[in-house]
């Protein structure tokens, strides 16, 4: 069985060996293995320690960057809230304030991090940087605000956003002030199915999948419709 086929979809329609991919939240490595695999580089961040340790063993040896460091809009020191129920599910807000987080409630496992932002990291850009992937429970429109120098001087295609409400506003965003934002750079932005992408319509109005507020992966693309 494919994990979210519709992102493997998009991975596969749009790479091209030599190509750059950055992924926030990088995990354990599933979409860095399948983009090394495309014959891409890639730049992984992930700032839990389990998860990093898991990544870094998986991809040892390949064309791959690793940083076990946290990304926003500004450098920072932080407390990461370490998700005992998911371990996809670590954030840098109270992820116990979820009333499915039972298990980490009663945990309450913190970590200290680093924030670091691309821009600060890659002052020159990154070359042939196709895509970004960002997973990083309702962190991403503060990695977007410090990766925007990166964006535009890369000129960018493609950013695939995980759109979890819930976490957004945890983060002190939301669904449309993501859309919003990348819109200001040119960016449509189109739901994500297995077999195609449809457009989300107004950024003023929020996009859902089958008119209910689930956990939903979201392109967007100066290129037009994959």
């Not at 960018?156 to 990348?182: D, G, H, P, V, W």
Request: proline content about 1%.
């Amino acid at each position: 069985m494919i994990y979210e086929p519709e992102t493997i979809r998009v991975m596969n329609a749009v790479l091209e060996e030599g190509d750059s991919v950055l992924i926030a939240g990088a995990h354990r490595g599933y979409f860095a293995e399948h983009c090394l695999n495309l014959g891409c580089k890639v730049y992984a961040f992930e700032p839990e320690a389990t998860n990093f340790s898991i990544l870094k063993s998986k991809v040892k040896g390949r064309n791959v960057e690793l940083f076990n460091v946290a990304l926003g809009d500004r450098k920072a020191s932080a407390i990461l809230y370490v998700n005992t129920d998911n371990d996809g599910g670590h954030a840098l807000w109270d992820i116990s304030l979820n009333k499915d987080n039972i298990k980490s409630k009663e945990d309450h496992i913190l970590q200290n991090t680093i924030v670091e932002t691309i821009d600060s990291l890659f002052p020159s850009g990154i070359d042939r940087l196709k895509l970004i992937l960002l997973d990083a429970e309702g962190s991403e429109l503060s990695i977007l605000k410090g990766a925007i120098n990166t964006i535009v001087d890369s000129d960018i295609e493609y950013i695939i956003c995980e759109i979890n409400e819930f976490a957004l506003r945890n983060a002190n965003a939301s669904q449309k002030t993501l859309r919003s934002y990348l819109s200001m750079y040119g960016f449509q932005s189109y739901i994500m199915k297995e077999d195609e992408v449809a457009k989300a319509g107004d950024t003023n109005v929020v996009a859902k999948v089958n008119d209910k507020n689930v956990v939903f992966n979201m392109l967007f693309s100066r290129a037009g419709a994959i």
